[in-house]
């Protein structure tokens, strides 16, 4: 049995407790966390974050699951100089940055960090790496959900008014048709999504006032189709209150000396994603333990992984039924 | 620039040295072939396959274009003696024996050999296995089409009384539908797909005998929902001389503990099967010649090769832009 830590225990922490029952070959040492042990929620052993090391014999990989901005980045270094690690950090613009130096302590300390897995980065990396890699001449375009997004959301919850929102992002269907004939080349994501926004107002908030903050406000909903619904409290808790994601990334290239049109499609509907994050970084958790036992120090994404080491079966039985 | 060798020039071999104009980092050494070189109607350099030895020093990889029935379970073995190799495999059940045969002498040799890639077996057997992985509660259903079926085809032809004829292997959409939405289970063959063809008869055929012929057909169409059309020698021509192919591998499964909803799905669609089929040899031809660099001796199915072995980027540039 792979005996897997899991640090921080907020949604993809409880994603990852749940996950881990659905892996035979795992089980759960327990939750590490900042918060005072007994507040925490949960059937499986909780311990303070701060005697992490007293459990390091018993702990063959630990998960991370704190947020991209405040824990990992901290958390990361710190803990791959003692533990072969499993993060989501999804700060794409700083991956490149966080493997030299998650790789540098790993290779040091004789551990084995998997960072920035899930699904985006993660799976999709995959597939964008591995769509570009069949079809040269090409295009990709990510298309992301129908799906929640936590960022959006929270940024309309910060406007004067809004009491509860929660906001869609949702892929142009007809953009994904004109990229799959060939018609269109690498759209921008305004011209691949629009917003849909399901906001409860404070009492006496003026609608349209704050219709009109949401819908220009930069980085987040200028430039984009954003529809906003007024509802009430109790209509959002009854069908807002999931947090699906999803979304599809879409190669489409041109092979042979005529130009002929060949389509690489990859989609994931998720009914939750917080419990899909954490099945990816549960599956990559099982590689992080086979590449430290062949002693294949580092830091390593998803591209670095050979897929054989995801799967609770054996080589041969991959090659025998699944290939 | 790593330097490529084609052996057999069918539709196979054609596509992989059209493909290789579109990857940046490779060249065409030339085709070998057991034909009378000049009989081949190619601008590249052609050799008698006999003489391949000779031009040993001048290749890094040779990309195997036989046939799996009668070329490669001879040709795979002989050339993995001496070269590199990458082949397209596809007898799933006889796989895993390949692949144990083809290990022992490219150990001994000192070469790499992929076998068994395109896209099914291929890119298909990846997402199977990491759609299984990530998502270990669920069923994976492979759905083929729409496309050619080469094998359906030729079995038509060999009917008395058919002159000519094209089968289309389809996917089943509302089998799919009932598969993603969590309410179908692992479906057989004929439960996921229909079949079509499109056949010219020979003069003084009897349609009614041959069709009934046709959807009889044990192991082939006995079973499935079949279609016949009779139709001209023309019409054939003007309308089913492509070879499109494609489909979609489906994983559903349940996460966290409710039993949430999720589907992984991968699709291809395909203007030209052969063309696609030799873009991933390719591909993994740049993998074969990196891990033979590396010294990793042996033979490889997909599922053992790090994805960035596939792209011509750095792992640096993958890591800065594609995660």
Redesign the interface.
Known sequence: MIRVGIVGYGNLGR?VE??L????DMELVGVFTRRAPQTVDTQAPVYPLANILDYKDQIDVLILCGGSLADIPDQGPMLAARFNTVDSYDN?SK??EY?QQMDTIAKQAGTVCVI?TGWD?G?F??????G??????GVTNTFWGPGVSQGHSDAIRRISGVKAAVQYTLPKEAAMESV?KGEAGELTNAERHTRECFVVLEEGAHPEVVRQTIVTMPAYFEGYHTTVHFITMEELKANHSGIPH?GTVLRT?????KG?????????????NP??T???DI?YA?ACYRLAEEGAYGAK????????Y???ST??E???Y??
Do not use: M, W
Not at 132 to 137: D, K, Q, T, Y
Not at 260 to 272: D, V
Not at 301 to 308: A, C, F, G, S
């Open positions: 994603g749940a996950g029952a659905h892996a035979p794409h991956i490149n493997y920035s980065p799976l990396s995959l597939q964008r790496v591995i570009e890699a069949v079809l040269p001449s799959r999803g290239g041109r092979t042979g000396s002929t049109l060949a389509n690489y499609s990859f989609t994931l509907e998720l009914g939750s419990e899909f954490a099945s990816v599956a099982r994404t998803v591209l670095d992984i050979p897929p054989k995801l799967s609770a080589e041969e991959l090659r025998k699944k290939i």
